[in-house]
C-alpha cells in the first residue's frame, strides 16, 4: 500500500547502481555533448539526490522508467543483464521508505528467457511495472513479439510505461538533438499508439495498462485525420459490400482513453488539446528528472495548468489519482 503523500511523478530516471557507470555516457562517450551534461546529474545514480529534487516538487513517489539507455547498455553487458538490472533496482530501493516504484527491464528480442526473467523479475520488492520502449530494432510494439510481455503484464496486474525510442533517426536524417527527441521521440509515440490500434494491440489487450510518455507525442493532433478515414473505408465498404475493419468501428479519441499520457514537457495548448478530445482521467505528472530540471518540469507543468485555469480537481487528478489508477494493485 502507497503510503507518501503528495504527487506521484510517473516518469522518473535513475539507473541501477551496479550498472550506473556502465550506461552513463561520460564526456569523452558521449556522441552528443548535452548527453553528457545532463548524465553528470547525480540522480541518476543517488536516489538521494534524487528524493531531495522530488521534496523540491512536492513529489511524494517517483516511479522510475526506462530507456533506449538502459537497454543498448544492458545488451552489451550479456546474458542474465536484465535480471540481475532489476534486482539492483529493487535492492537501491529498499532503504527509501517507499518513495520509488521502478518498471522492470526486458528485452523483447530475448525470447522465452527474458519474459521469464521478467516474470520472476516482477516478483521483487518495490517493481511496479514493466519498462517498454515504442520499438526495438525497427519492430513496433503492436507486432506479436511483444505479446509475451503483454501477458506478463496481464497476470501480473502490472502497467506498461513505454518510453520514445530512436528508431528514426537514421532514415528520417534526425542528426541533432533536438530533432531526435524535439521532432523524433513525438513522432515515435504517435506512430506506435497508431499502429497499436490498427493492428488490434489494444482491442486484444483491453485489460492491460498502457502508459506513453509526453502525452502520446503527436498522437492527439491525429484524431480527425483517424476520422476521415473511418468514414472512408465506411464508404468503401458500403459501397463493395465489405465488413469494416475492426479498428473502424472505433475513434481514435475511444482509443487514447484507455492509455494514460504523462505531461512532461507539453505546453498549456497541447493539454488544452488533450483535455477537451480526452479529459481529465487518463493524464498522469511526467517530470523527467533528472534527464530534466524540475524548472522544465513537474513545476513547468503545474505553471500551464495554473494558465489553463483547470479545476483543482482535475490538478488532484494529474498530480495522483490518475497515477493510483494506473499502478493499480501494484501499488500495494
Known sequence: MITTTGRIDCHVHYYASKFADLLLPSSGKATVPIRAFVSSRAGWRDLD??????????????VIVGSMA??????????????AYNRSLSEDMAPSEGRFLACAHVDPMGGRDEVAQLDRSLKQPHMAGIGLVTSYDGIALDDPLFEPIFEVARAHDAPIMVHPADAWREALRLDHNVLETGFGFLMDDALTLM????????????????????????????????????????????????????????????????????????????????????GDDNIVLGG???????????????????????????????????ALRLLGSRAG
Open 70 to 83: 538502459n537497454l543498448n547498455g544492458l545488451r552489451r553487458a550479456g546474458a542474465g543483464a536484465s535480471e
Open 49 to 62: 539526490a534524487l528524493r531531495e529534487v522530488m521534496d523540491e516538487t512536492g513529489v511524494g513517489l517517483g
Open 288 to 322: 523527467d528528472y533528472p534527464l530534466t530540471v524540475p524548472e522544465d518540469g513537474v513545476h513547468w507543468v503545474l505553471q500551464e495548468l495554473g494558465a489553463l485555469g483547470v479545476s483543482p480537481e482535475t490538478v488532484h487528478k494529474i498530480e495522483r489519482d490518475n
Open 195 to 278: 499502429r497499436m490500434a490498427l493492428k488490434g494491440t489494444f482491442d486484444k489487450y483491453p485489460d492491460v495498462r498502457f502508459m506513453f510518455c509526453q502525452l502520446g507525442g503527436f498522437a492527439p493532433g491525429c484524431c480527425a485525420r483517424w476520422d476521415f478515414h473511418v468514414r472512408q473505408y465506411r464508404l468503401m465498404g458500403a459501397a463493395l459490400n465489405q465488413p469494416l475493419p475492426e479498428w473502424a468501428k472505433h475513434t481514435f479519441v475511444d482509443y487514447l482513453r484507455h492509455v494514460w499520457l504523462d505531461t512532461h514537457s507539453q505546453d498549456r495548448h497541447i493539454m488544452r488539446l488533450v483535455l477537451d478530445l480526452l
